[in-house]
């Protein structure tokens, strides 16, 4: 039976660009059977442009402003995704909303990464929500987009703790560690075709059942 060649990426970012960087690392590593298509960014400058021009991934900018409305916006990126053989779209420290433009030209196939532990604090500052909260496990999402706010069906999700000498930059600091282990993690999911997805419910084909002591508490027992 032919194999499939490595499933095709196109990232969608704004910023900094460190998801997109433990992403190519992974496939780099040979841990992600996976090629980044395009890096696509709304913000001209923003730094993962750089990030991937100088591992020669292609790039284009396309501001956000220079469209009257979304669904403008939207099929710039439809149209460049579509031009450079995208499989699955991957929304990585991208800040924009989208819309069924993209959503249905990507059907399941358009995942974002949060930095909470949805349904629990949605939107932005999502870490410093959770410290400022009180919480004492926090966490990372990665999930599929629909047309709401961090709402999509989960496909993974990592926790951490929070203790009494953290404050809102080492919660952020140890969120975002989890985000470069799972996002990888979830895309080679898709690329080995093994996720369903059941309504509002992810089903992982293959899935290792968890552990008795696979659980997280914080603070931790005294010894
Ligand atoms: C990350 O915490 C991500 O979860 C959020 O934006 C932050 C920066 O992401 N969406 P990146 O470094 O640009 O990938």
Redo the contacts with the bound molecule.
Sequence with gaps: MATRGPLTLGIL??????????IADAIDAGRLDAAIRVVICNREG???IERARSRGIETVVIPHRDHPDRRSFETAVVAAMNAHGVELVV?????RLVTTTLLTSFPQRVI????ALLPAFKGLD??SQAFEYGARIAG?TVHLVDDEMDHGPIIVQAAIPISGSDDAETV?QR??AQ?HVIYPLAIQLFAEGRIEVDGRRVHIRGEAQPTPEAHLISPLPRR
């Design positions: 970012a704004s910023g900094t660009g460190t998801n997109f960087v433990a923003a730094s993962v929304m990585a420290g991208f800040d974002n990464i949060h930095p999502a870490q990372a952020r969120i975002l985000e």
